[in-house]
């Protein structure tokens, strides 16, 4: 039973470290790929960039 | 290439501190399994501090000198500040619940102290939304981001002034450093951790940073005619 009190007060902690290192986790990937975004759109030519008043493209053209 | 380098290693360091910490030193005798909880709450509060502290600089530095990479310094260290200071909490009411008995007590100084270190740069993150000018954004943030620095020696030294539920400083003087009142594998955890953690804090950082100065090009040319498209889009600003 001290086992299991063990194991069980372990997994508490483990969920513990799960929530922050999953959230940092979650945090630099959407970083990373908003970052990606940003570098994209400063390197495309302000010619090749959608404006607001360009109709949407159908993507299955 | 340099960051991507840091990332990798920084992910590789946080999963070998984290196995340790979970795996690689005994549980303590008094606290049990809860003990291990402390070596990421206490780096993720050290790195929070350090966050603040960087925005604080960095406002400092946008006031005087008005340079938009003060600003972006400013942003990236109150973003990854605020993600570090809820990982603090997190942990902090995850170790509370089984050693103190409760997730929370807002008597307790230090906790609710960083609650409010919490909710000032969730203000100032909220502060910086209000307005597309970015001189004018970057200004109220350097203020709010310098008002704000005050709770943070507030945060540190309340268990000292004040008493409360939370323990005092481990590591307050030199002779504390030299001499830690912990077991040896028990301090090798911390640093450890502390250690991937600030790879983990740098690469936040960087990244961050690099993405609030693409932001701020990408506004002046939008506002300066650059893309006919995107200027229509952002508004003038007000007189």
Known sequence: ?61 | MATRVLGIGAMVAVAGATAFALAGVPADLNQGEAQRIMYIHVAAAWLAYLSFGVTAAASVWWLVRRDPRADAVALAGAEVGVLFTAATIWAGMMWGRPVWGTYWQWEDPRLTTTALLLALYVGYLLIRRLTDEPARRATRGAVVGIVAAIDIPIVHFSVVWWRGLHQGPTFMSPDTILNPPAPGQFVAALLLMLGAFSLAWLWLVVNRYQLARLDWEAEESARRGRLPGLAAAVPAPRP
């Open chain 1, 1 to 61: 039973m001290i086992g299991l009190a063990a194991i069980g007060d372990l997994a508490f902690v483990a969920a513990a470290y799960a929530v922050i290192l999953g959230g940092t986790g979650l945090y630099a990937l959407t970083l990373a790929r908003r970052l990606r975004g940003a570098r994209h759109a400063a390197t495309t030519p302000a010619s090749d960039q959608p404006r607001p008043s360009d109709p949407p493209t159908d993507p299955r053209a």
